[in-house]
């Protein structure tokens, strides 16, 4: 999954974005709203973590125009804690809030909840045939059998298993498990998509020859 902090303050910035890249997810950084807005709005987002006072343009004006096109789901991450502030953004049309400072198991969890509530599943463990996925764990298991899967190789399936039954095209595979600084031309997703059937069997993951992967329901 990919995730877009937008943080002014560079060490906290670069505090956010190490919390969630060991949690495992693609992340983009933003130093300011505009710069944050101009790539929430280039990109599908599965989740965005947003400061409130920003150079150029606040957290409120942020949400406010991002709502006008996307629903990506939004994170308030900020040192504001007043009741006002929690109910402006709220109603702006952010998913949650949280106030600094923060922990990091809690940042991870509540990141992790959007993410699995926008994508309409209630819980943090899915199944695949006899395979399980532990979202919260990211570990994965067949039967009694742990499965040794990489982070980028968990990431492709927890998001094929989150939209399955859909074929999933290429270029929405590389928007969302790769960040910015990845090269979208390389064959990183084949290789990936190669040692995954390895490890789960050739069945897992079909391909739609000119339109992607699926995981069958």
């Known amino acids: 999954m990919r995730l877009l902090v937008v943080e002014d303050d560079p060490d906290l910035r670069r505090l956010v974005a190490e919390v969630l890249l060991e949690a495992e997810y693609a992340v983009d950084i933003a130093a300011d709203g505009d710069e944050g807005l101009l790539k929430a709005q280039a990109w599908e987002y599965d989740a965005i973590v947003l400061d409130l006072m920003l150079p150029?343009?606040?957290?409120?004006?942020?949400?406010?125009?991002?709502?006008?096109?996307?629903?990506?789901?939004?994170?308030?991450?900020?040192?504001?804690?007043?009741?006002?502030?929690?109910?402006?953004?709220?109603?702006?049309?952010?998913?949650?809030?949280?106030?600094?400072?923060?922990?990091?198991?809690?940042?991870?969890?509540?990141?992790?909840?959007?993410?699995?509530?926008?994508?309409?599943?209630?819980?943090?463990?899915q199944s695949i045939g006899d395979i399980?996925?532990?979202?919260?764990?990211?570990?994965?298991?067949?039967?009694?059998?742990?499965?040794?899967?990489?982070?980028?190789?968990?990431?492709?399936?927890?998001?094929?298993?989150?939209?399955r039954g859909r074929v999933v095209s290429r270029t929405e595979l590389y928007d969302h498990l790769f960040d910015e600084t990845d090269d979208s031309l390389s064959n990183l997703l084949d290789v990936h998509v190669s040692n995954l059937r390895k490890k789960l069997g050739r069945d897992v993951i079909q391909t739609r020859r000119g339109q992607g992967y699926v995981i069958p329901e």
């Not at 990141?111 to 994508?119: G, H, M, S």
């Open 132 to 163: 399980t996925l532990n979202l919260r764990s990211r570990l994965a298991s067949r039967g009694e059998e742990m499965l040794d899967l990489t982070a980028r190789e968990f990431a492709l399936l927890e998001y094929l298993a989150t939209h």
């Open 56 to 125: 150029k343009r606040d957290g409120w004006s942020f949400i406010d125009v991002l709502r006008r096109t996307k629903a990506t789901p939004v994170l308030i991450l900020s040192a504001r804690d007043g009741l006002s502030d929690r109910v402006q953004g709220l109603d702006l049309g952010a998913d949650d809030y949280l106030t600094k400072p923060f922990e990091r198991l809690e940042l991870i969890a509540r990141v992790r909840a959007l993410i699995r509530r926008a994508a309409g599943q209630a819980s943090a463990v």
